[in-house]
Structures are given as structure tokens and as C-alpha cells.
């Protein structure tokens, strides 16, 4: 079965500096976010991306961070300077989302990745 | 303010007891609700997905309920086996229009012993 594939597996980086976690959605599918989970607290949305840009985002998602679909393949989260505060897993998910009417449909699952876990030091 | 509430945040069964795990959310306007299981150090998976008109949903041992009108979900576990330890986390898709931001709930957590 098709996975969402996330690299690193984990990532050291010194503060200040900048980070991009990668992340390959399943190839047919048509919407992808990126959602963090601090240790020990509930996973937090960050942002959703469809049509090459951003559909949504979450106030965590603050001029910091940046998304992008470089090519075909790819999508990636990159943190500008990061914080202590950003150490977290970071996931990525895709869906393969359809139309019905006008409305977005929103029952099809989310496909994560087993996530990035960042470390600032 | 949007919310998702879980409930026990712990729980430790025998191998092969049932369980239910309970989940009262305020999501305004609300989209659907779904069930993910996330085992350690691994990303959530989907066990179900029910929208506003569904009341019950199986995925094999799995079946979870909806009270639209009270506004809370269970997720009832059959026969549970070792492998079942994990988090199970109760999310709620909030909007119309475009596809929206889930609110995950703190989830529970699910302990299994021989």
C-alpha cells in the first residue's frame, strides 16, 4: 500500500538556523499538510496546501514557516530560524480529495507519515 | 473556542476485554469526526471517518459511534489483542467550503496486557 514517506527521521539542528523537513505525499493524492506534535501534547494543524498553494493555516503557522512543492514529488516544511520552542514531530499528510458540487469533499482519510523529529539545541 | 475532550486519558486492559473510549467535542460548524490510532514513535493511521448523518462505523474490531446531537463519539474495541496498545485519537474537521483544519483531541491511551 502507498505510504506518505517523511525525511529525516530526525534532525538536530542549532537554533538560529534554518530547516527543511521533506516529505513525499502518496502520488495521486491532491491535498497536503503539515502538523507538528510537541512531546507529550495532542497533534496541532499547521498548514494545508492544494493547487500549489496554501488553503489553511493555523496561527502557529507564522511568517517563520514556509511550504512548498518544489517538484512533482516532493513537499516540504522549512523553518526560517528556528526556536527552541520548534522542537517537535512534525508530520506531513496527504488526501486524495474530490469535488462534490461546489463543496470540497472532506471525508476522504488522511494518509501520515511516521514524522520528523526535530531537535533544536 | 473549538474543542475536542477524550476520555480516560489512560487505560489498561487484558488481552481479549472489550473497551470504549470516549470522546465530547464543541466544534462549530462541524464536518465530520474520525478515529486514528497512532502507535509509538509512528504517525496516526485512520480507523474511521463519519460525517454529521452516520451514527455507527466498524472497521473490524473497531466501531465507533456519533451522537450528532450531543456532540460526542465513543470507539468501542472487540476482543482487544496486545497489538491494540496505543494512542487512539478522536479528531473533528471544522468548516464548510474547503477542506479544513482538524482539532485533535489529547487522545487515550491504550495499554494491553497478556
Known amino acids: 500500500e502507498p505510504e506518505v514517506t517523511q525525511t529525516p527521521s530526525h534532525q538536530v539542528t542549532q537554533m538560529g538556523q534554518e530547516v527543511i523537513l521533506r516529505c513525499v505525499p502518496i502520488?495521486?493524492?491532491?491535498?497536503f499538510y503539515w502538523y507538528r506534535q510537541i512531546l507529550g501534547q495532542k497533534v496541532e494543524f499547521l498548514v494545508s496546501f492544494y493547487n500549489n498553494e496554501i488553503s489553511e493555516k493555523s496561527e502557529i503557522f507564522d511568517d517563520q514557516f514556509s511550504v512548498e512543492r518544489p517538484d512533482g514529488s516532493n513537499f516540504t516544511l522549512k523553518i526560517r530560524s528556528t526556536k527552541l520552542e520548534d522542537s517537535a514531530m512534525y508530520f506531513c499528510?496527504?488526501?486524495?480529495?474530490?469535488?462534490?458540487?461546489?463543496?470540497?469533499?472532506?471525508?476522504?482519510?488522511?494518509?501520515f507519515g511516521d514524522g520528523t523529529r526535530l531537535s533544536i539545541l | 473556542k473549538n474543542q475536542v475532550e477524550q476520555s480516560p486519558q489512560s487505560l489498561i486492559i487484558l488481552e481479549g476485554k472489550n473497551c470504549t473510549l470516549q470522546c465530547n467535542y464543541t466544534v462549530s460548524p462541524f464536518s465530520n469526526l474520525r478515529w486514528y490510532k497512532q502507535d509509538t514513535g509512528r504517525g496516526p493511521v485512520s480507523l474511521t471517518i463519519m460525517t454529521f448523518s452516520e451514527n455507527t462505523k466498524s472497521n473490524g474490531r473497531y466501531t465507533a459511534t456519533l451522537d450528532a446531537d450531543t456532540k460526542q463519539s465513543s470507539l468501542h474495541i472487540t476482543a482487544s489483542q496486545l497489538s491494540d496498545s496505543a494512542s487512539y485519537i478522536c479528531v473533528v474537521t471544522s468548516g464548510e467550503g474547503g477542506y479544513n483544519k482538524l482539532i485533535f483531541g489529547a487522545g487515550t491511551r491504550l495499554a494491553v496486557h497478556p
Open positions: 502520488s495521486n493524492h491532491l491535498y
Open positions: 499528510a496527504s488526501t486524495r480529495s474530490g469535488f462534490s458540487g461546489q463543496r470540497l469533499r472532506s471525508d476522504q482519510p488522511q494518509h
